[in-house]
């Protein structure tokens, strides 16, 4: 019987490699070896086979990829490193300026790069453990994602497992993690849409809202329906990179199974022409990006070397070792039909422009901004006037001009901004000198709707599941006015609405719950001061500690705060200076919300002083280094100049060591770096 089943097993698991075979020549090389017709029957004698073995079946079979039963919701999980996001370039100046800042930072100019294409997509982590894929996890804010993985397994260009010799050969460890963009083919996001379109359902704006709408399916077997596809672009090891060459972890990659997207090139540096060189890729495929099955927006350049990448780190949320090279926004020309006006979370009143229905680069534009009254003069735009649409990745689509030709005639009808607040009825203001007209009604319900859609999303506190159709209700029903309301919901006040269930209520108590846990900089974040953003509000918890000493602060104080102005400072005076907005604060508390952090007195010790840090320290990373100096207040940058005051030299330092002999500047160890930073 034993040895019945390990036969058995013996050939379920060659029929598996069989499929998986046929799978990655159709799916990831794209050259088929048999028919669909012969690749169904393998596969109907693999489920076949499975459903009568049920203990035989096992994740990383193919036949998984179908999909199963719904689920509740996801979990979230923290990455193994922050999964960044890219800085822009626009134009061959700015390209080549971000060339010579890498040669500035590294001190050599002898940098070969890695050219790709940018794929419009949502970016996906895969972690394989022992050569199989464990998780699947969606971008998130970053540091913590979504665990997709049951949806990542429906993916047919993602190997579910891949074998030890196999990994082996690649040199890619069993243990490892893959990084990539998960995107819906143009064919797949068309057919899609006229679906949806026919069954009266909502069409996607774009392929990545459709993408990132699958994948975060609670039935798998709608993202298994919908073919999405996955390429790979970086691969790291305890969330580090693994290999010296950027191009040699794409061809592992690729050697190992996944689909590497093949329009990409090593670029040699050759003295200075190595750039004209990414430049004319990069302007080859903008020629070129319609032929492409998938939408992309430019041209991502990435040093290739991995050593070099580590000494050029990172700032704030990009590294300086990549850069993305966004194409120009593409352009539509559609009937401008009417002008209506959006009330904003400060009061601002926003002129939309509601357009005939136009396809920019393969999604259709409905509406477009028109920012505000100048905006509008300057265009001179009016009503049943034809227009330019233009249309970025990310940016919401712009009106750029007026048509004006014979087949385009003029519409007639003038825009005046209305009087009083669409949403209110108050009267609208617009204060000398200012651009905006607002809505002052503290009240406005549109204001009050705006405010806790910001207080909710994801970069402030990621409260899931609140967005607009639920925050419409809870406004509307006055379940929700204001954001310390959001705390003293309860089951029966969700059960009351509009396609509520049991299970949809819980998951968004969790998530509110869970909202409690996050750091004091996004409670201040999501107060929604005027000017007070993300970084200023990470900036005065560092520097206040507590909501209580900031609540308290003077505008002198407050100037002491990095990078707060008197602008910023009057705005955070002026919002505590309000009862109701104090009262606020008090029933945040009572809530239980984080109005306490850590005070990091950003120390001076090292005020004014500039280090450089060279080769391999012994008992710090770089980044770590790095924190130590700036921590003490000193500054570290990636160039020696007569300016630098101490370079750090650690083992096998080169050119910047020569540099700083030749400067006469202050050479120090890893010890004495201790002593000054301490
Ligand atoms: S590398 C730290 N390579 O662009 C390196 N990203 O704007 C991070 N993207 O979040 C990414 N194609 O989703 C890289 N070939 C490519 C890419 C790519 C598309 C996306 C990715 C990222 C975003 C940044």
Request: aromatic letters at 6%; proline letters at 3%; one cysteine or more.
């Amino acid at each position: 019987m034993a040895a019945a089943s390990k036969d058995l097993e013996k050939k379920i698991e060659t029929l598996r490699e069989k499929i998986r075979h046929h799978e990655h020549l159709y799916y990831v090389l794209d050259r088929p070896e048999i028919s669909d017709f012969d690749f169904d029957r393998l596969m109907q004698e693999l489920q076949r086979l499975e459903s009568e073995h049920p203990s035989l079946t096992t994740p990383d079979s193919p036949s998984q990829r179908v999909g199963g039963k719904p689920r509740e919701g996801f979990v979230k999980v923290p990455h193994s490193s922050a999964m960044l996001s890219l800085d822009n370039t626009y134009n061959e100046e700015e390209l080549r300026a971000w060339e010579r800042r890498v040669h500035e930072l590294s001190g050599r100019s002898d940098v070969d790069y890695v050219c790709e294409l940018k794929l419009d997509g949502m970016s996906l982590a895969l972690v394989y453990e022992d050569g199989k894929l464990v998780r699947g996890i969606t971008r998130g804010d970053g540091s913590v994602g979504e665990d997709v993985t049951l949806n990542v397994r429906t993916v047919h260009s993602v190997p579910l497992s891949i074998p030890k010799d196999k990994l082996k050969k690649a040199g890619i460890p069993a243990d490892f993690e893959v990084r990539g963009e998960l995107l819906m083919p143009l064919a797949a996001f068309k057919k899609m849409n006229e679906d949806r379109e026919a069954r009266g359902l909502s069409v996607f704006a774009n392929p990545r809202n459709a993408t990132a709408g699958t994948v975060r399916q609670l039935e798998s077997k709608v993202t298994a329906e919908r073919r999405l596809d996955y390429f790979s672009y970086l691969l790291l090891r305890d969330g580090r990179t693994y290999f010296d060459r950027h191009s040699e972890a794409l061809d592992a990659l690729a050697a190992a199974g996944f689909k590497v997207n093949p329009n990409r090139k090593l670029i040699q540096s050759k003295d200075d022409r190595t750039i004209d060189e990414v430049w004319a890729f990069i302007q080859q495929w903008e020629g070129k990006r319609d032929s492409l099955p998938y939408e992309i927006d430019g041209i991502v350049v990435k040093v290739d070397r991995t050593a070099l990448q580590d000494e050029l780190g990172f700032t704030g949320k990009a590294p300086r070792w990549a850069i993305a090279y966004k194409y120009a926004a593409r352009a539509g020309i559609t009937k401008l039909e009417d002008i209506r006006v959006q009330v904003g979370r400060t009061g601002k009143l926003t002129p939309v422009a509601m357009l005939a229905p136009v396809l920019i680069g393969g999604t259709t534009v409905r509406n477009a901004t028109l920012h505000n009254m100048d905006e509008i003069e300057r265009l001179g735009v009016k009503i049943g006037d034809w227009v330019q649409v233009e249309r970025g990745g990310d940016v919401i689509p712009k009106v750029a001009k007026v048509i004006e030709d014979k087949e385009h005639p003029r519409g007639h009808e003038e825009f005046k901004m209305p009087e009083k607040c669409p949403e209110c009825s108050t009267k609208v203001v617009r204060t000398e000198g200012e651009v905006d007209y607002r809505c002052v009604n503290a009240n406005c319900p549109a204001k009050l709707r705006e405010t806790i859609l910001h207080f909710a999303s994801r970069g402030v506190m990621n409260i899931d599941g609140m967005g607009d159709a639920l925050v419409n209700q809870l406004t509307e029903r006055g379940l929700v006015k204001d954001v310390a309301d959001i705390y003293r919901l309860t089951k029966e006040d969700l059960l009351s609405l509009e396609r509520m269930g049991d299970k949809s209520a819980q998951n968004i108590l969790d998530e509110i719950e869970n909202s409690k846990k996050l750091p004091l900089e996004r409670v201040i974040y999501g107060l929604g001061m005027r000017f007070v953003g993300e970084r200023t509000a990470q900036f005065l918890a560092e520097h206040f500690g507590s909501m209580e000493e900031l609540e308290g602060a003077g505008v002198e104080e407050l100037e002491d705060v990095n990078e707060v102005g008197p602008r910023i400072a009057e705005s955070i005076v002026e919002f505590f200076s309000i009862a109701a907005n104090r009262k606020l604060v008090e029933r945040l508390r009572e809530a239980k919300l984080r109005l306490t952090g850590e005070k990091k007195q950003r120390r001076t010790k090292l005020a004014g002083k500039t280090f450089v840090l060279t080769g391999t320290l012994a008992k710090y990373t770089r980044d770590e280094a790095k924190k130590m100096i700036e921590d003490a207040g000193g500054k570290v940058t990636g160039s020696v100049s007569k300016k630098t005051d101490y370079v750090v030299a650690g083992e096998d330092a080169g050119s910047k060591l020569d540099k700083a002999k030749d400067l006469g500047v202050n050479v120090i160890d890893e010890k004495e770096m201790e002593k000054l930073a301490r």
